[in-house]
């Protein structure tokens, strides 16, 4: 633990730091980015896909806008799904995007347009513990028509919903000033 000990000469021993603050954090777990049903075609992976053996998600590009009374989330990503088809791996990607507009006053704490105008210069997303939900729902060509295609193809349908805790913070950077000496009986 480091210690500062008070300083005889302040302007000789003033440490001054440039530290993003953060001013408010919009928090929400497990959000639903991909809902979707698809049709994967025989002749694009050899086959009918018996099995998902895994998934993985490849973030391109999360950024956002900072609108007059709301900010706006966009996240580009590809989800690549690693299937058995007769025996062998394939790999399927879905590319999406996801957007949603986060009002003001859903974060914590509440910003009102004027402290957003002044005090956010930044904002910072940041996703993690991703999930994921899927079924192997038949042939495409079945007369169910499990995906639901206008003109059905020889392929595999397969429903897909993906899931992620998608955090954003706000802030501004600030000059911290920290007056004072280091303690020199203590290991830094």
């Not at 990607?93 to 009102?112: A, G, H, K, M, N």
């Not at 079945?142 to 955090?167: F, M, Q, W």
């Amino acid at each position: 633990m480091s210690r500062l000990l008070k300083c005889e000469f302040p302007e000789g021993c003033m440490l001054d730091l440039w530290a993003k603050v953060i001013k408010a954090k919009y928090i929400e777990k497990q959000v639903k980015v991909l809902d979707t049903v698809f049709c994967v075609p025989d002749e694009q992976v050899g086959g009918k896909v018996s099995c998902v053996e895994d998934i993985k998600v490849k973030v391109i590009k999360a950024y956002e806008d900072l609108c007059f009374n709301k900010v706006k989330i966009f996240i580009d990503y590809e989800v690549i799904l690693f299937v058995l088809v007769e025996g062998e791996y394939q790999i399927i990607t879905v590319t999406d995007r996801y957007d949603q507009s986060i009002e003001l006053d859903e974060f914590d704490p509440p910003l009102t347009t004027e402290e957003f105008r002044n005090e956010i210069e930044q904002s910072e997303i940041i996703l993690k513990n991703w999930s994921f939900d899927f079924e192997i729902k038949g042939n495409c060509e079945d007369s169910s028509n499990p995906c639901k295609l206008t003109t059905p193809i020889k392929g595999t349908c397969i429903g897909l919903k993906v899931y992620v805790d998608i955090i954003d913070k706000l802030g501004k950077f600030h000059d911290v000033v920290v007056y004072g000496e280091l303690d020199p009986d203590v290991d830094y």
